[in-house]
């Protein structure tokens, strides 16, 4: 595998927590080594401060994530004011299958030195999975290992995620919470002025935000999950206008437009299929 253009989603990566803590630190605190054998990511909390990666010194302050890849020689200080970060170390491979062969690699993380989360869903979610990793630190047992990798994977997911697709975490929400509701009410009458006003939007910003995310219109994407349990329900003997009606659908007209464009056959053919009305 190879990372193009800085982007990479850890799909199949094998994380190793080592270390983790929550930092208080003073005025005068400093802190510096060199070519560390794991790769350490901290939150700023509160305060700023002053930190160096191979050289390279940056101011950090509250919001901000610096990302040490192993290797590198830092240091880490506080800029005239009490200091507050979070922080953990971790190893990490790549494991990869193909034909039965399996093999672990180590390529570099496509991270910046410097992260500021300014989209502030996104912040408070690493904020919680850090405070998670920490927790399952401090408990020292083989579950909580497993729970620190999960985290771990979560952030790296979360922080490449938006690198890779220029969608920001608030975005993501807003989307996700569209679709559980459609999931939940899509066999009652759903209009996209009831979508944008529950995501709090205007009809035409949800609208794009969910295309942006998704690549199709938020009624193209209701449509879909009815014509999925419409087809469940013909396989199963259901008539055609008891379909259309559990599924949601005004009229039987447009239920048959509907399934003629997406399934290339009118819903009677397909019940048909399932039926053994065709013999």
């Known amino acids: ?22 930092h208080t630190v003073g005025i005068d605190w400093c802190y510096s080594d060199d070519k560390t054998d794991y790769d350490n990511l901290v939150l700023i909390c509160s305060g700023r401060g002053i930190f160096t990666c191979n050289g390279e010194e940056r101011a950090v302050e509250h919001g901000d994530l610096a990302y040490f890849p192993s290797g590198a020689s830092r240091t880490m200080r506080a800029k005239g004011e009490e200091l507050m970060f979070r922080s953990f170390n971790f190893r990490y491979k790549l494991l990869f299958e193909h034909k039965l062969e399996w093999w672990l690699e180590n390529p570099a993380l496509p991270l910046d030195f410097i992260t500021k989360l300014s989209d502030r869903a996104l912040l408070h979610r690493i904020e919680q999975l850090f405070e998670q990793i920490q927790r399952c630190y ?71 935000i969910f295309k942006k995310v998704m690549g199709i219109t938020p009624i193209d994407y209701l449509l879909s999950v009815r014509i999925a349990y419409a087809k469940k329900l013909l396989e199963n003997g259901s008539s055609i206008t008891e379909t259309a009606s559990l599924c949601g659908f005004s009229n039987l007209y447009y239920f048959s437009k509907a399934f003629r464009a997406r399934e290339d056959m009118p819903p009677s053919e397909y019940r048909s299929l399932y039926s053994g009305e065709h013999n």
């Open 138 to 208: 401090t408990m020292l047992q083989y579950a909580s290992s497993f729970k620190m990798r999960f985290y771990a994977t979560e952030i790296l997911s979360l922080l490449l995620s938006e690198r890779q697709y220029n969608i920001s975490y608030s975005e993501r929400n807003i989307v996700n919470k569209s679709i559980e509701y459609m999931s939940g009410h899509f066999t009652e009458k759903i209009t996209l002025d009831e979508l944008a006003a529950i995501s709090q939007r205007s009809v035409s910003h949800y609208g794009k």
């Open 1 to 22: 595998m190879s990372i193009k253009n800085n982007s990479w989603i850890p799909e199949n990566i094998f994380i190793k927590c080592l270390y983790s803590a929550h």
